[in-house]
Nanobody
Framework: QVQLVDSGGGLVQTGGSLTLSCTVS????????MAWFRKAPGMKRECVARIVGAGRTTYNADSVMCRFTISRDNAKNTVYLQINSLKPEDTAVYYC???????????????????WGQGTQVTVSS
């Protein structure tokens, strides 16, 4: 049984930082590309960053460039999202997702990912 467990969200002030984690079990983690998505109220779920199995970041959304950093530790089956300089518009539920098509440099659509975490809430106060 594949499980993705998101954690690390919380309430932070504008300008603060958070590190989200997603621990994966039930699949060969290093063979999957991983991504972080977020969904704000009234908005579609959007991909903010993607990293392939070898650890190369292949996508960062323009809206989060230079503030969000995705990384992974294949020995720990965990993918991270470091978020700096948080803004109120970053308030959303953040989800990790796994894509077996590890060779794709870019995959930002929801239906391109087979497995999903349960989500972790990030709230940024102004």
């Amino acid at each position: 049984q594949v499980q993705l467990v998101d954690s690390g969200g919380g309430l932070v002030q504008t300008g603060g930082s958070l590190t989200l984690s997603c621990t994966v079990s039930g699949l060969t983690f290093s063979l999957y590309a991983m991504a972080w998505f977020r969904k704000a109220p009234g908005m579609k779920r959007e991909c903010v960053a993607r990293i392939v199995g070898a650890g190369r970041t292949t996508y960062n959304a323009d809206s989060v460039m230079c503030r969000f950093t995705i990384s992974r530790d294949n020995a720990k089956n965990t993918v991270y999202l470091q978020i700096n300089s948080l803004k109120p518009e970053d308030t959303a539920v953040y989800y990790c997702a796994a894509d077996r098509a590890n060779w794709r440099a870019s995959a930002t659509a929801v239906d391109e990912y087979e497995y999903w975490g349960q989500g972790t809430q990030v709230t940024v106060s102004s």
